[in-house]
């Protein structure tokens, strides 16, 4: 399994950017894809998610509002789309994805928020905004 993120970039704050995380390998239909992001000196925190299942979104309380994560099961490829960009939003961004396998069927709920909830991470795509 390959997890490929793109999309990042420099903006101003109130801008917009959208990112991709393309996965291949993957053989299953329903898994959780998380957005995760790392600014230097802090450690690495949920941002969104969505279960490819039904479609079930989670969002941390500090994006909400101004982020929207969407899938295209076809293409096995989950997007983060920002606005609002604010300079705080500055930090590398990270796409992961579980193997279904290895929990219960159906959405994480409150565990979307976990990094060990995932079993596959991407290389990550920069994000800076600036005021």
């Known amino acids: 399994v390959q997890l490929v993120e793109s999309g990042g970039g420099s903006v101003q704050a109130g801008g917009s950017l959208r990112l991709s995380c393309a996965a291949s390998g993957y053989t299953y239909s329903a898994y959780s894809m998380g957005w995760f992001r790392q600014a230097p000196g802090e450690e690495r925190e949920g941002v969104a998610a969505?279960?490819?299942?039904?479609?079930?979104?989670y969002y941390a309380d500090s994006v909400k509002g101004r982020f929207t994560s969407s899938q295209d099961n076809a293409k096995n490829t989950m997007y983060l789309q920002m606005n609002s960009l604010l300079p705080e939003d500055t930090a590398m961004y990270y796409c992961?994805?579980?193997?279904?396998?290895?929990?219960?069927?159906?959405?994480?709920?409150?565990?979307?928020?976990?990094?060990?909830?995932?079993?596959?991470w991407g290389q990550g795509t920069q994000v800076t905004v600036s005021s």
């Open positions: 969505v279960y490819t299942g039904d479609g079930t979104t």
């Open positions: 992961a994805a579980d193997n279904p396998r290895s929990h219960p069927a159906g959405p994480p709920g409150e565990w979307w928020v976990l990094e060990s909830w995932y079993d596959y």
